[in-house]
């Protein structure tokens, strides 16, 4: 008799609730759209506008979207020391223009804060807000007057903080400290489409999460990167705002805080990084009740990617280990078969050593056609073992039973999700940030009869 183990019970998704529910189409924001002050894209002169205002600065208003925001990767961006550290080996290698584009990125707020401070007359001493731990910071995102170009990290350019600040409630209660306006596309996944969505220079698509989105049928029924990236609750948008549908600004995703930051609460984040990936995808395990002794005993694990918008691994999937892991151990605990397991200096086991290894993610290759785990020496990337959106993977295995062994058979299968290789690291010379969390996506532990 087979039997069929479905995954664990999960939180209800927006994404399978939106496909039961057959939302109606929305057309996806792709360009520059009309606002309604008759502009209808970013200003073809990028100006140097002036400094941006700190987040801590909003937090006093805003206690609870800057605590959140504190915690996240947003936050942590311009100060991940895999950034800088990759930034200056770009930086090395390429020139300083190659390296400068990490943190336009990473902290837009900053670069742009230095190029004002280069502008100013000789003499002048201005008073600039502390910026070092702001990464991508609230002035900067809500000083969006125009919906970004797809990947265009060079029209931040354009941002002045001096502009009203722009979010997705429709009344904002008027204060002093800035004008507020109303604006829908601070819901739609356009908005973040400028830093999702990273090309080389020849156009080629190296971090394609805003591009696998928007090639999904989630783009066309309304489903935004928000719904699950800035869930809803209800709470005030400030301290002395009335209570309404406001969002999280935590922006969970896969990575997390390598190093102490901000006084957030790392373990908090781990959890919600946890929680995020065991509810990414659904997964099931065909495993037999009992085998012959001397037979071959067959094991299908069966991967469906419908609950990530997008494909998965994704971002800078290149970097990251998604893999299935498989263990059979006899009675008398002997291991009698093994796959997608872990060397002894923490990496992932090669195909070549694994034959039978089922493993997610990309591979970036250089001009000489070797493997590259850094994007400024990347001229093309392989995608091909990505899970895409409504994907399914399945994974079979054909394991021979040895007639020495002694049942009951325990089969332990998981699939398991890391963001970095460590691999990444140690080249980045950061091996102080080792050993790199492991996450579990999903795991089963099964009982296997061996018949006389």
């Given at each position: 008799?087979?039997r069929v183990?479905p995954?664990?019970?999960r939180?209800?998704?927006p994404?399978l609730a939106?496909l039961?529910?057959?939302?109606a189409?929305?057309?996806?924001?792709?360009g520059?759209?009309?606002?309604g002050d008759?502009?209808?894209?970013?200003?073809p002169?990028?100006?140097?506008p002036?400094?941006f205002a700190a987040a801590?600065?909003?937090?006093a208003c805003?206690?609870q979207h800057?605590?959140?925001w504190?915690?996240?990767m947003?936050?942590?961006?311009?100060?991940?020391?895999?950034?800088?550290a990759q930034s200056?080996m770009?930086?090395?290698?390429?020139?300083?223009?190659?390296?400068?584009e990490c943190?336009n990125c990473?902290?837009?707020?900053?670069?742009?804060?230095?190029?004002w401070?280069n502008?100013l007359?000789?003499?002048s001493?201005?008073v600039?807000?502390?910026?070092s731990?702001?990464?991508?910071?609230?002035?900067?995102c809500h000083s969006i007057?125009?919906v970004p170009?797809?990947?265009r990290?060079?029209?931040?350019d354009?941002?002045?903080?001096?502009?009203?600040?722009l979010g997705?409630i429709?009344?904002?209660?008027?204060?002093?400290?800035h004008?507020?306006?109303?604006?829908?596309?601070?819901r739609?996944?356009?908005?973040?489409a400028s830093?999702?969505?990273?090309?080389?220079?020849d156009?080629t698509g190296i971090e394609?999460?805003h591009?696998?989105w928007?090639?999904?049928?989630?783009?066309?029924?309304?489903?935004?990167?928000?719904e699950?990236?800035m869930?809803a609750?209800?709470?005030p948008?400030a301290t002395t705002?009335?209570?309404?549908r406001v969002?999280r600004?935590?922006f969970v995703g896969?990575d997390?805080?390598?190093?102490d930051f901000?006084?957030?609460?790392?373990?908090?984040?781990?959890?919600?990084?946890r929680?995020?990936l065991?509810?990414s995808?659904?997964v099931?395990?065909?495993?037999?009740?009992?085998?012959?002794g001397?037979?071959t005993m067959a094991?299908?694990v069966r991967v469906?990617?419908?609950?990530?918008?997008?494909?998965?691994?994704?971002?800078?999937s290149?970097?990251?280990?998604?893999?299935v892991?498989?263990?059979v151990?006899?009675?008398?605990?002997a291991?009698i078969?093994r796959?997608?397991?872990l060397e002894?200096d923490g990496e992932?086991?090669?195909?070549a050593?694994d034959?039978d290894l089922?493993r997610f993610?990309s591979?970036?290759?250089?001009?000489?056609?070797?493997p590259?785990?850094?994007?400024w020496?990347a001229?093309s990337?392989?995608?091909?073992e990505l899970?895409?959106f409504g994907?399914t993977?399945?994974?079979?295995?054909e394991i021979p039973?040895p007639?020495?062994?002694t049942?009951p058979?325990?089969?332990?299968?998981a699939?398991?999700?890391?963001?970095?290789?460590?691999?990444i690291?140690?080249?980045?010379?950061l091996e102080?940030?080792l050993?790199?969390?492991i996450f579990e996506?999903?795991?089963t532990?099964e009982?296997?009869?061996?018949?006389?």
């Open positions: 008799m087979t183990v995954s664990r019970p939180r209800p998704s994404i939106a039961a529910a057959l939302a189409v929305v057309a996806l924001i792709t520059c759209s009309d606002r008759g502009s209808t894209g970013p200003d002169e990028p100006t140097i002036g400094p801590a600065t909003c937090g805003h206690p800057f605590a959140e504190t915690r996240s947003h936050a942590f961006a311009g100060s991940d020391p895999v950034m800088i200056l770009a930086s090395r290698e390429g020139g300083d223009a190659i390296g400068s943190r990473h902290a837009p707020s900053v670069v742009r804060q230095e190029r401070v502008s007359p000789p003499g001493n201005p600039l807000a502390d910026l731990h702001d990464g991508i910071s609230c002035d900067f007057q125009v170009p797809v990947g990290i060079d029209w931040f354009t941002i002045d903080p001096a502009d009203p600040k997705s429709v009344d904002p209660v008027a204060n002093d400290f004008e507020s306006r109303h604006d829908d596309s601070f739609t996944s356009a908005q973040c830093c999702h969505q990273i090309h080389l220079a156009g394609n999460t591009r696998e928007e090639t999904s049928i989630l783009s066309g029924m309304g489903i935004e990167c928000q699950c990236h869930p609750y209800d709470g948008a705002g009335p209570v309404r969002h600004h935590e896969v997390y805080l390598t190093v901000r006084d957030a609460d790392r373990a908090r984040q781990l959890e919600s990084v929680s995020l065991a509810n995808v659904t099931t395990s065909t495993v037999p009740a009992s085998v012959a001397a037979d094991i299908e469906l990617n419908n609950l990530t918008g997008h494909s998965i691994p994704s971002g800078t290149f970097s990251r280990d998604m893999w892991q498989v263990t151990r006899d009675a008398g605990d291991e078969y796959s997608g397991w002894a992932l086991v090669s195909p050593t034959p089922v993610g591979t970036l290759f250089d001009a000489d056609g070797h590259t785990p850094f994007s020496r001229v990337i392989d995608e091909s899970l895409p994907a993977r399945v994974a079979t295995y039973v007639p020495a062994a049942g058979l325990t089969v332990d299968l699939l398991r999700f890391r963001p970095m290789k460590p691999s690291l140690r080249a980045s010379g102080d940030l050993p790199v969390e996506m999903w795991s532990q009982t296997v009869a061996i018949e006389l």
